[in-house]
């Protein structure tokens, strides 16, 4: 029996099968050694097939081959990878610029990520109705920032609907994974969608400005109009998986562009010279900002510097 992995509570999955049917499954004890190197060897959007062998057992037996997925660093700090979501149209980061605030150095890890998982990639800045002027100046700044470089951002109000027309349209008929920090709105947001489907939303501390964890664990919920939203916990901090050296240029657009015009075609873009990147940061074609998150990624030895300015 073939299905498909909708909701993941930690040990059991639920899998809408092929004919219709829920089946909550589990997986097999060896299904781990399979080379299978993240904390979670059956994810959200999985095609498997399950073996059902009477009353209350169901075992996810095998997993179809995946066309892409949304990584991270798994969250103990190991080496090991945390799979937030698999074939997937969408990679929507939900950001708030306060109440919690978003760093540009998680947006972009995040979005080098989607870049190098192949993932078309979103930003929606929530919470437009809590921003002072100057919040609302920086927001405005940060869209035109990753508009420029090839991101869309939308900008909406979870709590009265301000914008939402715009984010169903950007929804519809797609497979999109909702992502961000905990408090960013992401819950209220699929409440608002989902008339009914009264997900648990969480208040913001008033002094730390800080969400708490309201979502633990991921699921798959049908949109009205066609597509699915993929919910997840918050995360903290995003840490980049297998990215190093020349290649981590590749996922950050603008910096890509311009390396074709470096003097070495191996140049990290650092203190070479004749280094068309570090020509185009000058010149303001590369925005510091991204070019400090770039770095950041390169630097990362150790899995640490990722939860640095969280």
Not at 250 to 258: D, G, K, Q, T, V
């Amino acid at each position: 029996m073939h299905g498909l992995v909708v909701r993941n509570t930690g040990s059991r999955y639920t899998v809408h099968t092929a004919d219709g049917r829920t089946v909550e499954c589990r997986i097999k004890g060896s299904f781990r050694l399979k080379g299978i190197k993240s904390t979670n060897p059956v994810v959200i959007g999985d095609g498997v097939s399950i073996e059902e062998n009477g009353g209350d057992a169901a075992f996810i037996t095998a997993i179809d081959a995946r066309r892409n997925y949304m990584i991270r660093r798994a969250s103990n700090l190991s080496k090991e990878s945390h799979i937030l979501a698999a074939n997937i149209d969408l990679a929507a980061l939900i950001v708030t610029v306060n109440y919690p605030s978003t760093s540009t150095v998680f947006i972009d890890r995040f979005l080098a990520t989607a870049e190098a998982y192949r993932i078309p990639a979103q930003l929606v800045f929530n919470k437009i109705d809590r921003y002072s002027d100057a919040d609302l100046e920086y927001m405005n700044a940060l869209s035109h920032l990753y508009a420029t470089i090839g991101y869309p951002c939308t900008a909406i109000c979870a709590a009265t609907g301000e914008g939402f027309d715009a984010l169903k349209a950007i929804l519809a008929a797609r497979t999109t994974l909702l992502s961000g920090h905990s408090g960013v709105g992401k819950s209220t947001i699929i409440n608002k969608l989902l008339p009914g489907s009264n997900l648990r939303t969480g208040a913001i501390s008033e002094y730390h400005k800080k969400g708490v964890h309201t979502t633990t664990f991921s699921e798959m919920l049908p949109l009205p109009d066609g597509g699915y939203v993929i919910d997840t916990p918050g995360i903290k901090g995003f840490g980049t998986i297998e990215m190093s050296g020349a290649e981590t240029a590749h996922y950050f657009p603008e910096i890509f562009r311009a390396s074709s015009d470096c003097r070495f075609h191996n140049c990290s873009h650092r203190n070479e010279p004749d280094c068309a990147v570090l020509k185009a940061l000058d010149d303001n074609f590369i925005s510091e900002s991204r070019y400090k998150s770039y770095l950041n990624i390169l630097e990362d030895k150790d899995g640490n510097k990722y939860r640095e300015a969280f």
